[in-house]
């Protein structure tokens, strides 16, 4: 092939050691189209292959981005039997997690507070992202002035943000939503580990990207930092990249790194090369070396296709016609053969099958004989054309006879059609699920791209239309459209077809490409009033997917204007209503989809779950079932509907439905991880374990997952485990607001205020509108004596959801606990309004009452308590107690005989009996009962802590009630030596008082102890 020097430049570098100083192991093979650049590489490609123990991965302009580039590469050493078997792990769970992520299925919003819920600010992060974003937008679109100009950064930054908020929801894992927001991150470290494995394997790994002034813009920078960065890991040292391409690498990207870059440049052969070239393929006579010297101006392509096609080894060369393509087939006889070539310039590629259709019947036959020519390369089982002479036929073709040339492309659509009708017919679904199909997107391409080369101007609007289900797919394959564009423009000499390909192709490497690809779209006149409709509802599909639903409802309503009886619009106004909370307008939206079309099963899966927003759960178990039935693969709906189940008590049908949804699905760690929440509240720890174990094991970084095994450690006494997997929720997501709360829900717990304090203020931190820290918080300053502070965070929590029951109700107690007893009585009846059947704060506001003498009304609460839960004996307890001080002495002994016929072990319950009895004159079973209350309190003085103040305060009250005054101030004094604390020492005062109050005969003797606990306090 000549090139004696390149190819020597290559080899040699095999027999150097990697690891010297200057060892190349970066080459840029660089020159004009036609100079031998991709035939250079494949031969360099050879060179390496015959080396003992190398493996080499050929990727070409077939990928549209970094992660497409890894995924060929992984795929080219799987076939040398050097799989890169954890990233193609890793990237078929990044595949199925966008999927998820970008489906229109509906996804349980989070509550307020919850990890995901939107934020209002951006964060530093984003808003540098999007500045930067912004300012290279308006240089790569033309025209995109006026639209950046317009751009808000910190509208831009806020959309990623809640992007991540959404993804959240959507994914549940924090491992998950980095994964599909920066797939590079978490693709490229697992990419450059596996390729360090291959590379420990074998001697050397030679990475090779040709064509790479078409790829370049989107690989550069993933390039350029795993050859030179530490960012995703180490680059082996063993291994080489070999990037091949008519343009300068961009200093922009390589800048200092340019230097330690080999280039290659490659120019036109010299004469001597060019004759080495011809004596190989054996044209040796000067007339004919001379004769392809002037035709081939040394271009190494013509040069090399003019010596392999003299069938006479020389003889007989004549003086050739002036077009390129006469040169191309000049020593090809066979007139059949020549115009199969011809014909076969057509499709972008071609196969076996391709080659048929299009070749007259007499050469069918000669698939081998065309994928031998010169200008022909092979690619992946299939061939394709060198550009320089494809273009040249290309231009003879359609010039020469443009009927010809409309009907040939015509009929390679039609073929391309077929072949996507048949996959549909294999896939089923509905139409947008095809898109995920690489088979159904390249058949829809080619078909797409020779429709444009028939028929540009008729063909040009459902290309447009294409591109924007293309961005709802993602970005690399709306490139790959805008490509497509812009080639069978050309091609076809189509300038507005050349027009769009680039405009969009431009558009896809800006920030928020998807979003701007719309617009431009949105603007096109090519497109009818049903076209704008789709793009419309596409655009909010990514704005919905931004975590904007209010945009996203202005492009569904727009749609919905433009084509009522658009399905697909119709159900995405359906998901945006839901969305945004309207779940009755999400219910009507989705019914009229489901109208036009009742099988479209993602309406019925919105609708499903807006009636279980709504509560409405017969109708939800309708829709979710009908979605399963249409798609029994739909794990998500089986996960929905387990939602369902535990909604309405069913524990065993939601684990069933769980556990279907992970068989379709085994990577579906937030199945695991929510069958494990049901699995808690059943009290089945182990199996709640093992649950979380799977999820963690699927997804190593998956927050949720640990915090909510932390509960499980929780539920089961085992705080310091719980504590370390807090740790490690928040060591993977430092802004997991939840973790930290409820791991200063459990330090509280434990004891370790400070800490607990701590937590709570990361928690409002990274969260400031997360209620129930700020209420959490709140009940840290009550608990510590820090009132005023306490009811700031009771008003914070109030003020951002003001139907918090539960912090109404806990105001009312610190505001008890400061003497303001009117205001704490309004909080406990706000929050029963709030709650009907809130007991705690019936329970609370009726102990106000007792407190402040309202006998009454604490025992219409304390009734109101008994009403809700009749097997309560603290309720029932309590009504008694009012009883005694109401006088209402039979009711009083109802009550605590019911109490103690629910728990006899209670030595409480047995000791308000025994008062009950005394007070209403039964002197004898009295005593029966109090002694039966010190039987029940001396066993358990011996246990741990809380549970000997409890004995003791116990038995204190006890041995007043029997008005045994010195064993009352030895027990007394007992008690005190525990240290019981504040609130301990005024519960057992009251309970003294309340004795005194119903049984006088006890005063002094209580008294005496009442003084001594107060010189404590």
Same mark, same amino acid.
């Given at each position: 092939?000549?090139?004696?020097?390149?190819?020597?430049?290559?080899?040699?570098?095999?027999?150097?050691?990697?690891?010297?100083?200057?060892?190349?192991?970066?080459?840029?093979?660089?020159?004009?189209?036609?100079?031998?650049?991709?035939?250079?590489?494949?031969?360099?490609?050879?060179?390496?292959?015959?080396?003992?123990?190398?493996?080499?991965?050929?990727?070409?302009?077939?990928?549209?981005?970094?992660?497409?580039?890894?995924?060929?590469?992984?795929?080219?050493?799987?076939?040398?039997?050097?799989?890169?078997?954890?990233?193609?792990?890793?990237?078929?769970?990044?595949?199925?997690?966008?999927?998820?992520?970008?489906?229109?299925?509906?996804?349980?919003?989070?509550?307020?507070?919850?990890?995901?819920?939107?934020?209002?600010?951006?964060?530093?992060?984003?808003?540098?992202?999007?500045?930067?974003?912004?300012?290279?937008?308006?240089?790569?679109?033309?025209?995109?002035?006026?639209?950046?100009?317009?751009?808000?950064?910190?509208?831009?930054?806020?959309?990623?943000?809640?992007?991540?908020?959404?993804?959240?929801?959507?994914?549940?894992?924090?491992?998950?939503?980095?994964?599909?927001?920066?797939?590079?991150?978490?693709?490229?470290?697992?990419?450059?580990?596996?390729?360090?494995?291959?590379?420990?394997?074998?001697?050397?790994?030679?990475?090779?990207?040709?064509?790479?002034?078409?790829?370049?813009?989107?690989?550069?920078?993933?390039?350029?930092?795993?050859?030179?960065?530490?960012?995703?890991?180490?680059?082996?040292?063993?291994?080489?990249?070999?990037?091949?391409?008519?343009?300068?690498?961009?200093?922009?990207?390589?800048?200092?790194?340019?230097?330690?870059?080999?280039?290659?440049?490659?120019?036109?052969?010299?004469?001597?090369?060019?004759?080495?070239?011809?004596?190989?393929?054996?044209?040796?006579?000067?007339?004919?070396?001379?004769?392809?010297?002037?035709?081939?101006?040394?271009?190494?392509?013509?040069?090399?296709?003019?010596?392999?096609?003299?069938?006479?080894?020389?003889?007989?060369?004549?003086?050739?016609?002036?077009?390129?393509?006469?040169?191309?087939?000049?020593?090809?006889?066979?007139?059949?053969?020549?115009?199969?070539?011809?014909?076969?310039?057509?499709?972008?590629?071609?196969?076996?099958?391709?080659?048929?259709?299009?070749?007259?019947?007499?050469?069918?036959?000669?698939?081998?004989?065309?994928?031998?020519?010169?200008?022909?390369?092979?690619?992946?089982?299939?061939?394709?054309?060198?550009?320089?002479?494809?273009?040249?036929?290309?231009?003879?073709?359609?010039?020469?006879?443009?009927?010809?040339?409309?009907?040939?492309?015509?009929?390679?659509?039609?073929?391309?059609?077929?072949?996507?009708?048949?996959?549909?017919?294999?896939?089923?679904?509905?139409?947008?699920?095809?898109?995920?199909?690489?088979?159904?997107?390249?058949?829809?391409?080619?078909?797409?791209?020779?429709?444009?080369?028939?028929?540009?101007?008729?063909?040009?609007?459902?290309?447009?239309?294409?591109?924007?289900?293309?961005?709802?797919?993602?970005?690399?394959?709306?490139?790959?459209?805008?490509?497509?564009?812009?080639?069978?423009?050309?091609?076809?000499?189509?300038?507005?077809?050349?027009?769009?390909?680039?405009?969009?192709?431009?558009?896809?490497?800006?920030?928020?490409?998807?979003?701007?690809?719309?617009?431009?779209?949105?603007?096109?006149?090519?497109?009818?009033?049903?076209?704008?409709?789709?793009?419309?509802?596409?655009?909010?599909?990514?704005?919905?997917?931004?975590?904007?639903?209010?945009?996203?409802?202005?492009?569904?309503?727009?749609?919905?204007?433009?084509?009522?009886?658009?399905?697909?619009?119709?159900?995405?106004?359906?998901?945006?209503?839901?969305?945004?909370?309207?779940?009755?307008?999400?219910?009507?939206?989705?019914?009229?989809?489901?109208?036009?079309?009742?099988?479209?099963?993602?309406?019925?899966?919105?609708?499903?779950?807006?009636?279980?927003?709504?509560?409405?759960?017969?109708?939800?178990?309708?829709?979710?079932?009908?979605?399963?039935?249409?798609?029994?693969?739909?794990?998500?709906?089986?996960?929905?509907?387990?939602?369902?189940?535990?909604?309405?008590?069913?524990?065993?049908?939601?684990?069933?439905?769980?556990?279907?949804?992970?068989?379709?699905?085994?990577?579906?760690?937030?199945?695991?991880?929510?069958?494990?929440?049901?699995?808690?509240?059943?009290?089945?720890?182990?199996?709640?374990?093992?649950?979380?174990?799977?999820?963690?094991?699927?997804?190593?970084?998956?927050?949720?997952?640990?915090?909510?095994?932390?509960?499980?450690?929780?539920?089961?006494?085992?705080?310091?485990?719980?504590?370390?997997?807090?740790?490690?929720?928040?060591?993977?997501?430092?802004?997991?607001?939840?973790?930290?709360?409820?791991?200063?829900?459990?330090?509280?717990?434990?004891?370790?205020?400070?800490?607990?304090?701590?937590?709570?203020?990361?928690?409002?931190?990274?969260?400031?509108?997360?209620?129930?820290?700020?209420?959490?918080?709140?009940?840290?300053?009550?608990?510590?004596?820090?009132?005023?502070?306490?009811?700031?965070?009771?008003?914070?929590?109030?003020?951002?959801?003001?139907?918090?029951?539960?912090?109404?109700?806990?105001? =009312?107690? #610190?505001?008890?606990?400061?003497? *303001?007893?009117? &205001? $704490?009585?309004?909080?406990?009846? %706000? @929050? +029963?309004?709030? !709650?009907?059947?809130?007991?705690?704060?019936?329970?609370?506001?009726?102990?106000?009452?007792?407190?402040?003498?309202?006998? =009454?009304? #604490?025992?219409?609460?304390?009734? *109101?308590?008994? &009403? $809700?839960?009749?097997?309560?004996? %603290? @309720? +029932?307890?309590? !009504?008694?107690?009012?009883?005694?001080?109401?006088?209402?002495?039979?009711?009083?002994?109802?009550?605590?005989?019911?109490?103690?016929?629910?728990?006899?072990?209670?030595?409480?319950?047995?000791?308000?009996?025994?008062?009950?009895? %005394? @007070?209403?004159?039964?002197?004898?079973?009295?005593?029966?009962?109090?002694?039966?209350?010190?039987?029940?309190?001396?066993?358990?003085?011996?246990?741990?802590?809380?549970?000997?103040?409890?004995?003791?305060?116990?038995?204190?009250?006890?041995?007043?009630? %029997?008005?045994?005054?010195?064993?009352?101030?030895?027990?007394?004094?007992?008690?005190?030596?525990?240290?019981?604390?504040?609130?301990?020492?005024?519960?057992?005062?009251?309970?003294?008082?309340?004795?005194?109050?119903?049984?006088?005969?006890?005063?002094?003797?209580?008294?005496?102890?009442?003084?001594?606990?107060?010189?404590?306090?």
């Amino acid at each position: 092939m000549g090139r004696r020097g390149e190819l020597a430049v290559f080899r040699e570098t095999f027999a150097r050691d990697p690891e010297e100083t200057g060892f190349p192991f970066l080459f840029h093979v660089r020159g004009n189209a036609g100079v031998g650049k991709s035939t250079l590489v494949r031969h360099w490609e050879a060179v390496a292959r015959d080396q003992a123990s190398v493996v080499t991965a050929y990727v070409d302009d077939e990928v549209h981005d970094a992660i497409e580039a890894m995924e060929a590469v992984s795929s080219r050493l799987g076939r040398q039997g050097h799989p890169l078997k954890r990233f193609d792990k890793q990237l078929a769970t990044y595949r199925q997690r966008r999927h998820q992520a970008d489906s229109a299925a509906p996804v349980p919003q989070p509550a307020p507070g919850e990890p995901g819920a939107a934020g209002a600010v951006p964060s530093p992060s984003s808003m540098v992202a999007a500045q930067v974003g912004l300012a290279g937008l308006g240089a790569l679109v033309p025209g995109a002035g006026a639209l950046t100009g317009v751009l808000d950064p910190q509208q831009v930054a806020l959309g990623a943000d809640r992007v991540r908020a959404v993804l959240n929801t959507r994914l549940r894992s924090h491992d998950d939503v980095q994964l599909v927001m920066h797939p590079l991150v978490s693709l490229a470290p697992v990419f450059l580990d596996d390729l360090n494995e291959v590379a420990e394997r074998c001697a050397r790994v030679v990475l090779f990207f040709d064509v790479y002034e078409r790829t370049g813009p989107v690989l550069d920078t993933w390039l350029r930092t795993i050859a030179f960065g530490d960012e995703y890991g180490t680059f082996p040292v063993n291994a080489q990249i070999v990037l091949a391409g008519q343009l300068r690498l961009d200093s922009r990207v390589w800048g200092d790194w340019l230097g330690m870059v080999t280039e290659v440049r490659l120019d036109v052969f010299s004469e001597e090369e060019a004759r080495t070239l011809l004596s190989a393929h054996g044209v040796t006579d000067e007339p004919s070396v001379e004769l392809v010297l002037r035709l081939s101006g040394r271009l190494p392509l013509l040069v090399d296709m003019l010596a392999r096609s003299d069938p006479g080894g020389g003889q007989g060369m004549g003086d050739p016609s002036e077009t390129a393509v006469e040169r191309f087939l000049k020593w090809e006889p066979d007139p059949e053969r020549r115009e199969a070539a011809l014909a076969c310039a057509l499709p972008l590629q071609i196969d076996e099958d391709i080659y048929r259709a299009v070749v007259p019947e007499s050469v069918a036959e000669s698939y081998a004989w065309l994928r031998g020519m010169a200008f022909v390369s092979p690619q992946e089982g299939r061939c394709r054309y060198h550009d320089v002479v494809r273009a040249a036929m290309l231009r003879l073709r359609r010039t020469r006879s443009p009927a010809r040339w409309q009907e040939s492309h015509t009929r390679l659509a039609r073929l391309f059609e077929e072949r996507r009708v048949a996959v549909e017919a294999d896939i089923g679904g509905d139409p947008e699920d095809h898109w995920t199909d690489a088979g159904w997107r390249e058949h829809r391409l080619n078909e797409t791209y020779h429709r444009l080369c028939a028929h540009p101007r008729t063909a040009l609007p459902d290309a447009l239309t294409q591109c924007a289900d293309a961005v709802g797919l993602d970005i690399a394959t709306a490139r790959r459209w805008a490509q497509t564009l812009g080639t069978a423009g050309l091609d076809a000499d189509a300038e507005a077809v050349v027009s769009w390909g680039r405009r969009l192709e431009a558009a896809t490497e800006g920030e928020q490409p998807g979003r701007v690809v719309l617009t431009l779209l949105l603007d096109a006149p090519e497109l009818d009033s049903s076209r704008r409709a789709l793009v419309h509802t596409v655009r909010a599909e990514e704005l919905r997917d931004a975590g904007d639903p209010e945009a996203a409802l202005l492009d569904c309503e727009a749609a919905v204007a433009l084509a009522p009886d658009a399905v697909r619009s119709q159900a995405g106004l359906g998901e945006t209503y839901r969305i945004l909370g309207r779940h009755e307008e999400a219910v009507a939206s989705c019914t009229r989809a489901l109208e036009a079309d009742p099988r479209y099963v993602l309406a019925i899966g919105t609708r499903g779950d807006a009636y279980r927003n709504l509560e409405r759960h017969d109708e939800a178990f309708a829709d979710l079932g009908r979605a399963v039935g249409i798609d029994p693969q739909y794990a998500w709906a089986y996960a929905s509907r387990a939602q369902v189940y535990e909604a309405v008590g069913r524990p065993e049908e939601a684990l069933a439905d769980y556990a279907r949804a992970v068989g379709i699905d085994p990577q579906y760690a937030w199945a695991y991880g929510s069958r494990a929440q049901v699995y808690k509240r059943l009290e089945r720890h182990d199996e709640a374990f093992a649950d979380l174990g799977r999820a963690i094991a699927i997804e190593p970084q998956y927050a949720w997952a640990y915090a909510s095994r932390a509960q499980v450690y929780e539920a089961v006494g085992r705080p310091e485990e719980a504590l370390a997997d807090y740790a490690r929720a928040v060591g993977i997501d430092p802004q997991y607001a939840w973790a930290y709360g409820s791991r200063a829900r459990l330090l509280e717990g434990m004891g370790r205020f400070e800490e607990a304090l701590a937590d709570y203020d990361r928690a409002v931190g990274v969260d400031p509108e997360y209620a129930w820290a700020h209420a959490g918080r709140a009940q840290m300053y009550e608990r510590t004596g820090r009132y005023e502070e306490a009811l700031a965070g009771y008003d914070r929590a109030i003020g951002i959801d003001p139907q918090y029951a539960w912090a109404y109700a806990s105001r =009312g107690r #610190a505001e008890g606990a400061v003497g *303001r007893h009117e &205001e $704490a009585l309004a909080d406990y009846t %706000r @929050a +029963l309004d709030i !709650r009907p059947g809130y007991t705690w704060a019936v329970h609370a506001r009726g102990a106000l009452f007792e407190q402040l003498g309202r006998y =009454g009304d #604490a025992a219409d609460d304390f009734a *109101r308590a008994v &009403e $809700a839960d009749p097997s309560s004996d %603290r @309720a +029932l307890s309590a !009504r008694a107690r009012m009883y005694l001080r109401l006088g209402r002495y039979e009711e009083a002994v109802a009550d605590s005989a019911r109490a103690v016929g629910i728990d006899p072990e209670n030595g409480w319950n047995q000791m308000l009996y025994a008062v009950a009895l %005394r @007070a209403a004159g039964d002197g004898r079973q009295a005593e029966t009962r109090f002694a039966r209350a010190s039987e029940i309190f001396t066993a358990a003085q011996d246990g741990d802590a809380a549970e000997a103040v409890d004995t003791h305060q116990g038995l204190l009250v006890l041995l007043c009630a %029997r008005s045994d005054r010195a064993g009352a101030a030895a027990r007394c004094e007992a008690l005190i030596r525990l240290a019981p604390g504040a609130d301990k020492v005024g519960a057992t005062i009251g309970n003294l008082l309340f004795l005194r109050a119903v049984l006088p005969g006890t005063g002094s003797g209580v008294e005496e102890v009442v003084r001594r606990l107060r010189q404590v306090l």
